[in-house]
DNA sequence: ACCGGCATCCCCTATTTCGGGGATATTTTA
DNA sequence: TAAAATATCCCCGAAATAGGGGATGCCGGT
């Protein structure tokens, strides 16, 4: 049994280095690769491999939202993720998505290929550094609601509660109830704390 | 001419795509590769390549500070800095210490051969976003004084102008006078977009 | 010896945020 | 369909920040 595997990355490098650590492997083989969401999307009409090993970077989109798509679409196809970075939010969106595992780019050749074997039966495969930060109950992810967001991003953008209240045509009473709800939900006990944890729960992009 | 070649990530992926992209290359002589900053120390000691392709973020340091204590001790020896990101501050600092190129890791071969070349001969080679980067009059940055850091520390951490002043030993009126600056200085009208674009040029760490 | 930058302190007032409450209507969801 | 979540609005008072202004001493470098 041979597995036939695709690499969507858009780091020239690490293609190379994927190819040379999996090519020659009798039980893989090498479907091709892509270094865009275009290109891949273009692939998997023409064909199916067993798995793909996904950069969550890419330069048209982003790993997380390609492997839900590639998952809803080719059920058959395994997804595992693939970066440099040990953020959870990332691997948290990848298996979210449907990945059936995740890999950074440290992984050694023995890694690669236990990954490989165990996602094709249907197993999730996580890297050591991955499934740690899946274990631990990380910082129980502050959930916010629609409207708590966008007045999250006013916030952080540095409008007041009236210029709010303007943008968003309601009163100041309503802004004002919101941004006492984040400082609950993030315990933050005023702007400049609720402003840095936001930055660090990634609810607001820098 | 053939130039000696080291590598130091600490990505497998990447040092074996280093490896199948450069090892053919007549002109090339890999010389081996490393890592962790140890490991690199440890091969410099015994011998010297003509350059050094060197990734920004590695286990026990990084190549911003690796990157000026080998020109310091070896100036025979080239560094390219080598990273995924294209953030300003890393190419920056690398160059800064000394590095004679800067890639990210999505070049391409004839990208990594021009700028090994290009050093050898002691040019500067910048991939075309490392350029882009540096070319930009990047955020005039913004200089704070000791103080000045203390205080947005503080300030980010969610101190009151009273509490810092305690914290510091020094009247709130000279807290306020700080803080005051801070918001010149990084033209912000309130906290939250002095917290925020303190994030963004990295005067604090998140 | 002088100048500039820095840190320190003070005054004033207006605006904004924080910390408690409580209330009601509309969605969502279980 | 009933319960829960969400969004909306309001009250109060205390605390903190913002925006002006000005002033003094210290230290390092030219």
Redesign the interface.
């Known amino acids: 049994m041979t597995y036939r595997v695709f690499i969507v990355d858009?780091?020239?490098?690490?293609?190379?280095?994927?190819?040379?650590?999996l090519g020659d492997e009798k039980e893989i083989e090498l479907a091709g690769h892509a270094?865009s969401v275009a290109t891949c999307r273009a692939f998997l009409q023409r064909q199916l491999p067993d798995v793909i090993l996904m950069d969550i970077?890419l330069p048209d989109g982003n790993g997380m939202d390609l492997c839900r798509e590639v998952r809803a679409l080719y059920p058959s196809v395994f997804v595992i993720g693939l970066s440099?970075f040990s953020q959870q939010s990332f691997i948290h969106k990848m298996m979210e998505h449907g990945a059936s595992g995740y890999l950074?780019?440290?992984?050694?050749?023995e890694e690669l290929l236990e990954a490989i074997r165990d996602v094709v039966k249907g197993k999730i495969y996580l890297s050591e550094e991955a499934s740690q930060i899946m274990k631990k109950d990380n910082p129980p992810a502050v959930v916010l609601t629609r409207r708590e967001q966008e007045v999250l991003a006013l916030?952080?953008?540095?409008l007041?509660n009236n210029e709010m209240a303007q943008r968003l045509f309601v009163s100041t009473a309503t802004i004002d109830t919101h941004r006492k709800n984040l400082l609950t939900k993030l315990d933050?006990?005023?702007?400049?704390?609720?402003?840095?944890k936001a930055?660090?729960q990634e609810l607001?992009q820098?």
Chains 1, 2 share one sequence.
Do not use: F
């Not at 933050?188 to 840095?196: E, P, S």
């Open positions: 858009d780091h020239h490098m690490v293609i190379e280095g994927l190819r040379s650590l270094t970077s440099t950074l780019k440290n992984a050694t050749k916030i952080a953008e540095g007041t933050a006990k005023n702007t400049a704390t609720l402003v840095r930055v660090q607001i820098v």
